[in-house]
């Protein structure tokens, strides 16, 4: 059986609406020169991106019983991502964003608290859910105000234990968390993917390498700090670098950049390709990703990806 690639975290939609004129409250209408509906959340982005590179993708996240719903179940579908594992809460709204897109391509967001984006639990995350999996991907820590450290903790050293390797996402904190408050859970993570202004946020360093060896100190086996349109830096116990980005990337959304960056490196390590190589994959992904509206919409199969590769990497 081939094996899987199990991804947790948030599945939503998102309505976009561009341009958004503030002088709506003012006016009772504005008009906007396009109104989309899309899939969206962590989790559901990077499993998108991975089904689409052709990997076999589980998806465990969230859902209500809601036509919202319905729209990401079809998504998944069609996509061939596999949902057995997506836990169903009746009483609650699907998560749906609206996203207010400005001229200059500044957004405003309205969420809704009470939906499914945020009641992820550790309880969501019993049962057998690791059989065939070869990779677990958790995205996003810091989303989900249920899971704190011991939650992931407990979901990392279960996946370790059975010999899944453990890839972790991050978004902002939110209650000034540190490095030190989730050292349990980090100890456990064998990839991490933060972004540069995550991570100086949670380890209070500013400088690449520092930044990374805070993060090694707390046991994570190899570090991959996002650093957008100037590509990413990665570190482990033996060694670092820096991979550039794909150059001259024309950008018109960045929204699921990192996620489609995530699945990137993860793709390629379930390739088992190395390091260099991995990180070229996930500078391909992020680039495609930016190129389009939406988060994973830029990116269409492996070989388009493989083609930018090619180009830009020099092995």
């Given at each position: 059986?081939?094996?899987?690639?199990?991804?947790?975290?948030?599945?939503?939609?998102?309505?976009?609406?561009?341009?958004?004129?503030?002088?709506?409250?003012?006016?009772?209408?504005?008009?906007?020169?396009?109104?989309?509906?899309?899939?969206?959340?962590?989790?559901?982005?990077?499993?998108?991106?991975?089904?689409?590179?052709?990997?076999?993708?589980?998806?465990?996240?969230?859902?209500?019983?809601?036509?919202?719903?319905?729209?990401?179940?079809?998504?998944?579908?069609?996509?061939?991502?596999?949902?057995?594992?997506?836990?169903?809460?009746?009483?609650?709204?699907?998560?749906?964003?609206?996203?207010?897109?400005?001229?200059?391509?500044?957004r405003s967001f309205l969420t809704n608290p009470h939906g499914t984006l945020r009641v992820l639990s550790g309880e969501h995350l019993e049962g057998e859910l690791f059989r065939d999996v070869k990779i677990l991907c958790f995205a996003s820590i810091f989303v989900f105000p249920r899971l704190g450290n011991a939650e992931m903790e407990r979901l990392f050293q279960r996946?370790?234990?059975?010999?899944?390797?453990?890839?972790?996402?991050?978004?902002?904190?939110?209650?000034?968390?540190?490095?030190?408050?989730?050292?349990?859970?980090?100890?456990?993570?064998?990839?991490?993917?933060?972004?540069?202004?995550?991570?100086?946020?949670?380890?209070?360093?500013?400088?690449?390498?520092?930044?990374?060896?805070?993060?090694?100190?707390?046991?994570?086996?190899?570090?991959?700090?996002?650093?957008?349109?100037?590509?990413?830096?990665?570190?482990?116990?033996?060694?670092?670098?820096?991979?550039?980005?794909?150059?001259?990337?024309?950008?018109?959304?960045?929204?699921?950049?990192?996620?489609?960056?995530?699945?990137?490196?993860?793709?390629?390590?379930?390739?088992?390709?190395?390091?260099?190589?991995?990180?070229?994959?996930?500078?391909?992904?992020?680039?495609?990703?930016?190129?389009?509206?939406?988060?994973?919409?830029?990116?269409?199969?492996?070989?388009?990806?493989?083609?930018?590769?090619?180009?830009?990497?020099?092995?």
């Amino acid at each position: 059986m081939k094996e899987k690639i199990l991804v947790v975290g948030a599945a939503i939609l998102d309505v976009l609406a561009e341009p958004a004129d503030e002088h709506v409250f003012e006016t009772g209408s504005s008009p906007a020169d396009a109104i989309t509906m899309r899939t969206g959340g962590d989790a559901l982005n990077e499993a998108t991106v991975l089904a689409k590179l052709g990997r076999n993708v589980r998806l465990l996240t969230v859902l209500g019983s809601d036509p919202a719903s319905e729209i990401i179940r079809g998504h998944c579908r069609k996509y061939g991502i596999g949902l057995e594992l997506a836990r169903t809460e009746p009483g609650v709204d699907t998560g749906i964003n609206v996203v207010l897109v400005k001229e200059n391509g500044e957004r405003s967001f309205l969420t809704n608290p009470h939906g499914t984006l945020r009641v992820l639990s550790g309880e969501h995350l019993e049962g057998e859910l690791f059989r065939d999996v070869k990779i677990l991907c958790f995205a996003s820590i810091f989303v989900f105000p249920r899971l704190g450290n011991a939650e992931m903790e407990r979901l990392f050293q279960r996946a370790k234990k059975q010999g899944v390797l453990v890839c972790a996402d991050m978004t902002k904190r939110k209650n000034g968390e540190t490095a030190e408050d989730i050292r349990g859970a980090l100890a456990c993570v064998d990839y991490l993917f933060p972004n540069y202004e995550e991570a100086v946020l949670v380890t209070g360093k500013r400088e690449l390498h520092e930044i990374a060896d805070t993060f090694l100190d707390c046991g994570v086996g190899n570090v991959v700090i996002k650093c957008g349109d100037k590509g990413c830096f990665v570190k482990n116990r033996e060694m670092f670098f820096t991979s550039p980005a794909v150059p001259g990337v024309p950008c018109v959304d960045t929204t699921g950049a990192g996620d489609s960056f995530a699945a990137g490196f993860v793709y390629a390590l379930s390739e088992k390709m190395d390091l260099q190589t991995a990180a070229a994959y996930a500078n391909a992904c992020g680039a495609l990703a930016v190129q389009k509206m939406g988060a994973a919409e830029g990116i269409d199969n492996i070989v388009q990806v493989e083609n930018v590769v090619k180009k830009y990497h020099s092995p």
